[in-house]
């Protein structure tokens, strides 16, 4: 059993503490958002995440898990000091390491003789040695502490899931002594340990998301180049599947991606490209194929209404960036809802989890308590997360209370059969 310090309680400080705790170690989560943390130590989880609520749960109640503000008396107690705060897009595209740098400054003074500060926030290459400088230039005793990096590459919506049973583990470090006590952090878990150094730790993670983001932006433009020639995109992405070097999971076209990780470190790792003069033309292809995918969404709706969305009313279903998450930071969902309300349109949205903050982010945006109540009098029903729940509702209720039957399903997550036999016209991404 480690004691261990989780600077940050948001999506992924909140679930390591959790896990960490789980796993049975003494965990201090700290962060500077005071009513964040009131909630957290009452129990209650203030991101949408299954099993979070649980396991913080259980671990305040085991006496293994607390929530507080003070992250440089939690970290002058801890073993291991988890660095779980923002990285967002600065102006260049660069990682904006403010907060990385805020949180070095305040626990530097108080590190224990021994102390593990361990990057898992998501840190361009570089980073171990930045951190390690920082902490020394705010006090700490060159020497006396080590620096890690151990990225996390768990998805929100399965965050705990993820954690708990992730495809691996990546650990780098200069020092093999510091690798070997943060593996023993986690010796409790079933996976593939990569050890390697900081600079190769730091670049996995910036990889897999950006292979992650191509391969859907790879998806979207076969989904487009379906409709053009005749071709359906599901029989394609299952033929492809097939291929056991290509595999099923991550091919279903949507409205381009988004979140708050995909696209900013697709940013950065082209910022890094640029500045040591790399060739960064597929990353800044990916950009641009995914930003256009936004506008073709609001193009093909714009079609649909009859050309003119000044005053059409459309049903739009799902606001988040993906279903399963209350997230809404850089959602394309949200991105195309505010379009089409600046182009004039009449919309009313329906999210089963994000759509309160929604109302508030886009004025204009009308968000409604049930899907229902979204397609009165609508012109189109737009789809534009991937939720479960809105495939068994009733679309019998739906087609009646609707202007017209149109639906446009980004997500392909409709039955078009049952739809069209209903006398919608349905129009799919990618369908044939
Ligand atoms: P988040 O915004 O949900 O949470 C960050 C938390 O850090 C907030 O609660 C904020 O109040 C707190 N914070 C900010 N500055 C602080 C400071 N100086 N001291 C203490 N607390 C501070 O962010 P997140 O989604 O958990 O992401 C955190 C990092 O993890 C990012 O680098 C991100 O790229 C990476 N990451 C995120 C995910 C994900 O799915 N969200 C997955 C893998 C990696
Ligand atoms: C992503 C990565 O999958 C995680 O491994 C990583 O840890 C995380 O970013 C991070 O670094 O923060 P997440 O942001 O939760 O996780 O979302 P994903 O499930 O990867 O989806 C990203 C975007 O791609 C969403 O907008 C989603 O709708 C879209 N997507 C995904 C598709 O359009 N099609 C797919 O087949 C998969």
């Known amino acids: 059993m480690s004691t261990v310090a989780v600077i940050g309680a948001g999506y992924v400080g909140a679930t390591t503490a959790a896990c960490l705790a789980w796993l049975g170690h003494d965990v201090t989560c700290a962060d500077i958002d005071a009513t964040r943390i009131d909630r957290l130590a009452a129990g209650q989880v203030p991101v949408l995440e299954e099993h979070l609520a649980d396991l913080v749960a259980a671990g305040l109640a085991a006496g ?142 910036y990889a897999a998301n950006a292979y992650l983001a191509t391969r859907v932006t790879f998806v979207n433009s076969i989904a487009a180049l379906c409709e053009q020639v005749g071709a359906d995109v599901a029989d394609v992405m299952v033929g492809m599947g097939h291929d056991r070097r290509i595999g099923s999971r991550f091919l279903a076209p949507g409205p381009g991606y988004g979140g708050s990780c995909l696209p900013k470190d697709v940013a950065a790792l082209t910022h890094v490209a640029e500045r040591v003069g790399a060739d960064a033309d597929m ?54 809802a505010e379009r089409l309300v600046d182009a004039g349109a009449i919309v009313r949205a329906y999210d089963p989890a ?53 639906v446009l399903d980004t997500r392909n997550v409709l039955d078009p059969d049952l739809l069209r036999a209903l006398r919608f016209s349905y129009t799919g991404n990618g369908r044939r």
């Open 64 to 205: 293994r898990l607390r929530f507080v503000t003070d992250s440089a008396a939690a970290s002058g107690a801890a073993d291991f000091v988890f660095l779980c705060v923002p990285t967002p897009a600065g102006a260049t595209g660069a990682a904006d390491l403010s907060a990385v740098d805020a949180v070095c400054r305040r626990i530097a003074p108080h590190l224990r003789p021994g102390a593990v500060v361990v990057n898992k926030s998501t840190m361009p290459v570089g980073s171990v040695r930045r951190v390690a400088s920082a902490l020394a230039e705010a006090g700490a005793v060159p020497g006396r502490y080590g620096v890690a990096s151990n990225p996390e590459f768990l998805c929100e919506g399965r965050a705990v899931r993820n954690f708990l049973e992730p495809d691996r583990i990546v650990i780098g470090a200069d020092d093999p002594a510091v690798a070997e006590r943060v593996r023993r952090l986690y010796r409790e878990i079933d996976a593939p340990v990569v050890v390697t150094d900081p600079e190769s730790a730091e670049m996995i993670k």
């Open 283 to 336: 990353l800044r292809a990916v950009m641009r194929t995914n930003e256009r995918q936004r506008r073709r969404v609001v193009e093909t709706a714009k079609r649909l209404v009859g050309g003119r969305l000044d005053g059409a009313v459309v049903a739009v279903w799902g606001l988040t960036f993906k279903a399963g998450t209350d997230d809404l930071r850089d959602s394309p969902a949200l991105d195309i």
């Open 354 to 406: 994000g759509g309160a903050r929604a109302a508030v982010l886009v004025p204009g945006l009308d968000v409604v308590a049930s899907p229902y109540l979204a397609c009165k009098e609508a012109d189109l029903l737009l789809v534009l997360t991937e939720w479960d729940d809105f495939r068994h509702l009733d679309f019998g209720r739906v087609h009646q209370v609707m202007a017209v039957p149109a």
